[in-house]
């Protein structure tokens, strides 16, 4: 089966720019998330989708990141402005519809490795 | 608090050596807990995954890992080191059914 495809793989901008990273999780998985990881720590997750409402944002910086998977398969994670401290590999990961089971059995994306300038 | 620990940050073998990499967890819930490992410019993949079934469970590429309740620890083991397993190791463990937390990862060097 194919993989979590991620795009852009590479992106440099400058602070106060936007950006936009898209996701397009395996077929059938119901479940979405966003993690970001800074160098050197392990991924935070960011937030998380059941099909194409969110189940989990808490962790998501409103003021500046936004989320949406409009029809329940692929997603966009976007950033505006972005800063500094934005600087990480975004990853995308899907999972099954039965959680119970598979929880955790995560399939991660290559990510999207972000540099602000 | 849930959490997760990993003892060093870098650990560094001769190949043909023993891999141990370390895990402690704390959660409110039955722990279901993973290994992932990252190389270079990839995205997470599973190793191995423990949930309630056996202690010891076996991954890929020839890594296990014992969940011991006592201990509340999920150590990563292979017994002999290859070139190919330098990579980052993430220890990650189920905070609620959908949902988990990863520790702040190993980095681990392979010296031939």
């Known amino acids: 089966e194919a993989g979590v495809a991620q795009s852009p793989r590479y992106k440099i901008i400058e602070k106060r720019q936007s950006v936009a990273f898209w996701c397009n999780p395996i077929?059938?998985?119901?479940?979405l998330y966003w993690y970001q990881q800074i160098l050197g720590q392990g991924p935070k997750l960011l937030i998380q989708f059941q099909n194409n409402g969110v189940v989990d944002d808490s962790q998501l910086p409103k003021d500046r990141f936004s989320a949406e998977r409009l029809k329940g398969v692929d997603s966009t994670l976007k950033i505006q402005p972005a800063k500094l401290e934005d600087s990480a590999v975004y990853l995308c990961?899907?999972?099954?519809?039965?959680?119970?089971?598979?929880?955790?059995?995560?399939?991660f994306g290559s990510g999207t490795r972000l540099t602000v300038v | 608090a849930q959490s997760v620990t990993q003892l060093g940050s870098h650990v560094s073998v001769s190949e043909g050596a023993l891999v141990l990499l370390r895990c402690n967890y704390s959660s409110s819930v039955p722990p279901y807990l993973f290994w992932y490992v990252q190389y270079p410019n990839q995205g997470l993949q599973l190793l191995l995954k423990y949930t309630s079934a056996a202690t010891l469970v076996k991954g890929i590429n020839g890594f296990e890992a014992e969940f011991k309740k006592s201990e509340t620890s999920f150590h990563l083991t292979k017994p002999s080191a290859h070139m190919s397993d330098a990579a980052e190791y993430f220890c990650a463990v189920r905070i609620s059914y959908d949902k988990v937390i990863f520790g702040p990862g190993t980095s681990l060097s392979v010296i031939p």
């Open positions: 990961a899907s999972s099954p519809i039965n959680l119970r089971r598979e929880a955790g059995g995560y399939t």
């Open positions: 077929s059938g998985h119901a479940t």
